[in-house]
C-alpha cells in the first residue's frame, strides 16, 4: 500500500494538498484490497488491510487538525474498534477527554470530522469524557456494547484501559442484566426477520444467523467472563473446539459474502437483495451447473448452511451462559435416562450421542415432554457430536428403521421432524434431505428454500386432523378418511427432496421414496401409493389452475389419471399443504375452491364409475335441477324465464350457487339498457358478475376497469345470453389492501364498472404503472401459442411470460384490435411467471385460419410480453 503525503503542519494554509493525497491513497487502497478480494485472499487479511487503511487515513486528519499535546484521546469503537471493517462500512469513533479540553480544540474537533466526509470516509463521531462514557452506557446497553471493543488509535496508550475500568463500574450493567438484555436484543432482531434465516434476501448483518449473532456471543464473553473473544471460551468449558473452530468457518463464509456486498452494490449494503445476488456468486466464482443448480441458488445455499449452523450453536452457547449465571439447577426426572434441568430436557448418560437408535430414543422422549423448553446444551452438543456416525437409512438395522417410523406415528410427528432436521439428524439419515437444505430457489414464486418449505407443508399437514386452520374448511373431514395419515407426512417429506439434482424432481423423488419405503418394510400397497404420491404431486394443482375443470372431459382425465378415491383423498391434502406452503400468499379462497370444486367432482366421477360417463345433457339436467331447488321462494314461471335466458354452456361451466345468484339478480333488474354488476366479496377473493348489452370491446373494457380498481383476474368466463346479453363472470383477486371493508370497495367496484360499460369502449386505457423493482431480475422468455381446437369453432392461446402490472389489460385490447373475441380466459401468476389460456375466435365465431392474421398477432403479443405496451388504437375497437 502506497503511504500518503504527510499533512501539513498546525495551521498551513495547503489543508487540500494533504487531504487530496490521502484520497488517492485510499483509492490505490481499495483497489488493491478489490484485486486481492477477487483473488481469493483470506477475508481476514482483506479486513485487516480495510481497517489499517482507514486507521492510517484517521490518524493522519487527526495530526492534521489537533495539535499533539491536546489531551485527547481518539479510539474506534463497534465493528471498527474490533478491525472488522467492510468497504463501506461507518467509521465510528469516540474522541475521549475531559470536558476543558473538549472545549479548548472545539474547532479543530470540527475540522477533523469535516476532512474525515472530505477524504470520503462516513464517520460516526461521539466526543465524551469519562463520566460521560459511563452515563451514557448506563442509559443504553448498545453504548456500552460499542465502547467494550474500543481500540485506540491516537493519544495515550493508557486511554483504553482507563476506559475499560470505566466500564466495569459496580453496578454499571451487571453481568445478569447484560445479558438479559442482549438476549433481548437477540429476541427482538430474530423477530423482524421472522424468527428464520431463511428470509430469500437475508441480512448479512442482523439476520439470525448472520454476523450479528457471532458478534453479541462476542460481547457477551467479554462483559461476563472478561475475555478477549469466543475462542477463550474453550479453556472454560463453555464452547467446544470443535463449536468453536464451526463458527470461525461459518463467520468466513459470511464476512466474505458482506465483503463482496459492498463491492457489488458500491455502497454500504446489509440485505442481499435480489439485484446483487447474481452479480455477487459470479464475483465469488460461482457457476451454474444445470438449470435448476444455478451458481446463485449455489451462493444462497452455502449462506443459509452457514447461518443455520451458526444459530443452532448460539442456541447452545446462550443456553449455557444462562445456566452459568442463573447459580441454580433444578433437576426433574422424566424418563429413564432423561431429566428435564432447568426446563430442558437433558440425557444423563454422558458423551456422545451413541447411535441413529439412541437419537431416535432421544427425540421420541422429547416429543412425549412437552413440557420441556428445548433440548439442554449438553445434549444438544453431544448430539452434535453424533452426527458424523449416524449413517444413512440404507445403512441402518431394522430396529432403527422402525425406531423411526415410530417417531413418524407418535406424537408431535411434525415438530419431531422439524427438530430433527434444525439439529442435522434428519439430513444424516436421509441424505437426500440434507442436499436441499438450505437449497431457494431463484424465482419470486417459492419463498422458502426447499427444507424449509418442506417443514412448513408439514405443519400445515399437522393442522388437518383437528381442523383448526379455516383456510381449508373441507381437509379435516378427508383427512379423517386416511387410513394412515402418517403416509401423507412421509409424502410430503419427499415430494420435493430430488430439487437440484438436474432433472424432474417428481420423477426422482418418486424413486427416493420408493426406495425409502422398501428399505424400511412398508406394505407394497403403500409403497406404491407414496410412489404415486410423490410422482403425481402437481398432478392436482396444474388441473385446476390451468385446465377448464367445468368441462366433464378435464375431470374425467383427471380421475382416470387418479384411480381411486384414496389416492385423491391424499393427494387433495398434499396439494392443499403444498401450494399454501409456498408462499404465505400464494393460498385464498379461490384456491381452496378451485381445488375444492376438482376433489368433488372427481369422487363423484369415481363412485360413479369411469366406465359411466355423464353426457352434457345429463350435466346440464342436474345443474338446473340444484339451481330450481336454489331458487324455490321465487315462482317457477320466472325461473324458467331464467334459465330461457342462460344458455346450455352456462350450466356446465358454472357451479349451481353461482347460477343461482345471478339468476337472481338478473330477474331483479329491470332497466335492460342499463349494466347489471354484481360484485361479492369471498374470502379475500372477489366474484363480478356482468349482465349487459353485448358489444365489441367489452372484455378488454371489464378487464381494464379491474386493473384501476386494483384487482388481478383469475378466471373470466364469457356467455353470451340467447338474447344477446354477456353473461360474464370473473374471479378476482386483490393486488393491495385499500383498507376499505369487503363489501364496501365490492360496492366501490361495482359503481366504477358500471360507469365504464356505459361509456364507448375506446375511452378507456389501462394505466401505466412502474416494473416492480423485484421483477426486473427475473425474466421469463416469452412465448406465445395458438391452436385450433377440433371443433372448428375456438382457438386456444397460451401465452407464457414475466408478469407485470396491466399485463392482461393490454393482452385484452390487443385481441381487440385484432378483431378477435374471448370466450374464456384462465389467469395463472406463479411468482414472476405468468400463464394465461384464452379461448378465443374471430367475429364469425371460428377458430383463427388466415397465417397473415395469426403471424401479425403473435408479433404483438410477444412485443407485449417482452414489456412493449401496446399504443392506443387508431381505429374503433370492434369485437370482444
Given at each position: 500500500m502506497s503511504e500518503a503525503a504527510a499533512p501539513p503542519a498546525q495551521g498551513a494554509p495547503a489543508a487540500g494538498d494533504w487531504r487530496e493525497a490521502v484520497r488517492e491513497t485510499l483509492r490505490q487502497a481499495h483497489a488493491g484490497i478489490v484485486a486481492r478480494f477477487d483473488g481469493g485472499e483470506a477475508i481476514e487479511r482483506l479486513l485487516a488491510a480495510q481497517t489499517a487503511a482507514v486507521d492510517a487515513a484517521v490518524r493522519q486528519a487527526w495530526a492534521a487538525a489537533l495539535p499533539a499535546e491536546s489531551g485527547l484521546d481518539l479510539l474506534a469503537t463497534g465493528g471498527y474498534g474490533r478491525g472488522e471493517q467492510y468497504p463501506f462500512s461507518d467509521v465510528d469513533l469516540l474522541v475521549l477527554g475531559p470536558a476543558e479540553a473538549q472545549h479548548r480544540h472545539e474547532a479543530a474537533l470540527g475540522a477533523f470530522f469535516a476532512a474525515l466526509w472530505d477524504i470520503g470516509l462516513k464517520p460516526g463521531t461521539a466526543v465524551r469524557s469519562l463520566a460521560d462514557c459511563v452515563q451514557a452506557c448506563r442509559e443504553d446497553v448498545g453504548t456500552l456494547t460499542a465502547l467494550t471493543e474500543a481500540r485506540l488509535l491516537a493519544g495515550s496508550p493508557a486511554a483504553p484501559e482507563r476506559l475499560e475500568d470505566a466500564l466495569r463500574s459496580e453496578g454499571l450493567w451487571p453481568a445478569a442484566a447484560y445479558f438479559d438484555a442482549k438476549r433481548a436484543e437477540w429476541a427482538a432482531r430474530h423477530a423482524r426477520y421472522h424468527d428464520t434465516a431463511y428470509n430469500l434476501e437475508p441480512n448479512l448483518k442482523e439476520g439470525p444467523g448472520a454476523l450479528r449473532d457471532l458478534h453479541t456471543l462476542g460481547w457477551l464473553a467479554r462483559r461476563i467472563y472478561r475475555v478477549p473473544g469466543l475462542e477463550a471460551l474453550v479453556p472454560l468449558g463453555l464452547l467446544g473446539a470443535d463449536e468453536a473452530a464451526t463458527l470461525r468457518r461459518d463467520w468466513r463464509t459470511l464476512a466474505r459474502l458482506r465483503f463482496g456486498l459492498h463491492l457489488v452494490a458500491g455502497r454500504r449494503e446489509e440485505r442481499l437483495r435480489f439485484d446483487y445476488q447474481k452479480p455477487l456468486a459470479a464475483r465469488l466464482g460461482y457457476r451454474d451447473e444445470a438449470s435448476d443448480n444455478l451458481a446463485v441458488e449455489q451462493m444462497m445455499q452455502a449462506f443459509f448452511r452457514a447461518a443455520h449452523t451458526v444459530q443452532r450453536i448460539s442456541e447452545r452457547v446462550l443456553q449455557r451462559f444462562e445456566e452459568q449465571l442463573a447459580g441454580r439447577v433444578e433437576r426433574v426426572p422424566v424418563a429413564p435416562g432423561f431429566e428435564r434441568v432447568n426446563g430442558y430436557l437433558r440425557r444423563e448418560a454422558p458423551g456422545p450421542v451413541g447411535s441413529a437408535l439412541e437419537a431416535f430414543a432421544l427425540f421420541a422422549t422429547w416429543a412425549a415432554c412437552p413440557e420441556a423448553k428445548g433440548l439442554h446444551s449438553e445434549t444438544a452438543r453431544a448430539l452434535a457430536e453424533a452426527l458424523p456416525r449416524i449413517a444413512p437409512y440404507e445403512a441402518q438395522d431394522a430396529d432403527t428403521r422402525a425406531a423411526f417410523l415410530s417417531l413418524l406415528q407418535g406424537p408431535q410427528p411434525v415438530e419431531t421432524l422439524a427438530r430433527m432436521a434444525h439439529l442435522g439428524v434428519l439430513g444424516r439419515y436421509l441424505p437426500a434431505f440434507a442436499r436441499v437444505s438450505g437449497r431457494m430457489q431463484y424465482d419470486l414464486f417459492h419463498v422458502y428454500t426447499v427444507d424449509q418449505h418442506t417443514l412448513e407443508v408439514l405443519r400445515i399437514m399437522a393442522g388437518f386432523p383437528e381442523g383448526r386452520d379455516e383456510r381449508f374448511p373441507k381437509a379435516k373431514d378427508v383427512h379423517a378418511r386416511l387410513k394412515a395419515p402418517w403416509l401423507l407426512l412421509v409424502a410430503g417429506l419427499f415430494h420435493d427432496i430430488a430439487k437440484g439434482r438436474g432433472g424432474d424432481h417428481s420423477l426422482l423423488g418418486a424413486e427416493d421414496v420408493r426406495a425409502f419405503a422398501v428399505a424400511h418394510r412398508l406394505k407394497p400397497a403403500d409403497t406404491a401409493l407414496l410412489a404415486w404420491l410423490v410422482e403425481q404431486h402437481l398432478l392436482m394443482s396444474t388441473t385446476a389452475q390451468r385446465q377448464d375443470i367445468s368441462d366433464v372431459a378435464v375431470v374425467e382425465r383427471f380421475a382416470a389419471a387418479v384411480g381411486d378415491r384414496t389416492r385423491l383423498d391424499y393427494l387433495y391434502l398434499l396439494t392443499c399443504a403444498d401450494i399454501a406452503g409456498t408462499s404465505p400468499k400464494l393460498w385464498n379462497t379461490w384456491k381452496e375452491r378451485l381445488l375444492s370444486d376438482l376433489y368433488e367432482a372427481t369422487r363423484l366421477a369415481l363412485r360413479r364409475g369411469l366406465e359411466h360417463r355423464l353426457d352434457a345433457a345429463e350435466r346440464v339436467a342436474e345443474v338446473q335441477a340444484e339451481v330450481r331447488a336454489l331458487l324455490a321462494d321465487l315462482p317457477l314461471e320466472a325461473v324458467e324465464r331464467a334459465f330461457a335466458e342462460f344458455p346450455a354452456e352456462s350450466f356446465l361451466r358454472y357451479r349451481p350457487e353461482q347460477l343461482a345468484t345471478q339468476a337472481r339478480a338478473v330477474l331483479g333488474h329491470a332497466d335492460r339498457t342499463r349494466p347489471l354488476v354484481?360484485?361479492?366479496?369471498?374470502?379475500?377473493?372477489?366474484?363480478?358478475?356482468?349482465?349487459?348489452?353485448?358489444?365489441?370491446?367489452?372484455?378488454?373494457?371489464?378487464?381494464?376497469?379491474?386493473?384501476?380498481?386494483?384487482?388481478?383476474?383469475?378466471?373470466?368466463?364469457?356467455?353470451?345470453?340467447?338474447?344477446?346479453?354477456?353473461?360474464?363472470?370473473?374471479?378476482?383477486?386483490?393486488?393491495?389492501?385499500?383498507?376499505?371493508?369487503?363489501?364496501?370497495?365490492?360496492?366501490?367496484?361495482?359503481?366504477?364498472?358500471?360507469?365504464?360499460?356505459?361509456?364507448?369502449?375506446?375511452?378507456?386505457?389501462?394505466?401505466?404503472?412502474?416494473?416492480?423493482?423485484?421483477?426486473?431480475?427475473?425474466?421469463?422468455?416469452?412465448?406465445?401459442?395458438?391452436?385450433?381446437?377440433?371443433?372448428?369453432?375456438?382457438?386456444?392461446?397460451?401465452?407464457?411470460?414475466?408478469?407485470?402490472?396491466?399485463?392482461?389489460?393490454?393482452?385484452?385490447?390487443?385481441?381487440?384490435?385484432?378483431?378477435?373475441?374471448?370466450?374464456?380466459?384462465?389467469?395463472?401468476?406463479?411468482?414472476?411467471?405468468?400463464?394465461?389460456?384464452?379461448?378465443?375466435?374471430?367475429?364469425?365465431?371460428?377458430?383463427?385460419?388466415?397465417?397473415?392474421?395469426?403471424?401479425?398477432?403473435?408479433?404483438?403479443?410477444?412485443?407485449?410480453?417482452?414489456?412493449?405496451?401496446?399504443?392506443?388504437p387508431s381505429q374503433e375497437p370492434r369485437h370482444r
Open positions: 354484481l360484485v361479492r366479496p369471498q374470502g379475500e377473493a372477489y366474484e363480478v358478475f356482468v349482465h349487459s348489452p353485448d358489444r365489441d370491446g367489452l372484455f378488454a373494457t371489464i378487464t381494464a376497469t379491474l386493473d384501476r380498481l386494483g384487482f388481478s383476474v383469475a378466471v373470466a368466463r364469457i356467455v353470451t345470453s340467447t338474447s344477446g346479453m354477456s353473461l360474464d363472470t370473473f374471479q378476482l383477486l386483490p393486488l393491495h389492501d385499500t383498507g376499505e371493508p369487503p363489501e364496501a370497495r365490492a360496492r366501490h367496484a361495482e359503481r366504477v364498472i358500471t360507469e365504464m360499460l356505459m361509456r364507448p369502449a375506446a375511452s378507456l386505457h389501462p394505466p401505466r404503472r412502474a416494473l416492480p423493482a423485484a421483477l426486473k431480475h427475473f425474466r421469463v422468455p416469452p412465448k406465445v401459442e395458438l391452436r385450433a381446437l377440433e371443433d372448428g369453432r375456438r382457438t386456444q392461446l397460451v401465452l407464457i411470460g414475466t408478469d407485470r402490472p396491466g399485463l392482461l389489460a393490454d393482452v385484452a385490447r390487443i385481441l381487440r384490435e385484432h378483431g378477435l373475441r374471448v370466450h374464456d380466459a384462465r389467469i395463472a401468476t406463479f411468482g414472476e411467471r405468468a400463464e394465461d389460456l384464452f379461448l378465443i375466435s374471430d367475429e364469425a365465431d371460428r377458430a383463427l385460419a388466415d397465417p397473415d392474421a395469426i403471424a401479425r398477432l403473435t408479433a404483438a403479443l410477444t412485443a407485449c410480453l417482452e414489456g412493449d405496451r401496446p399504443h392506443a
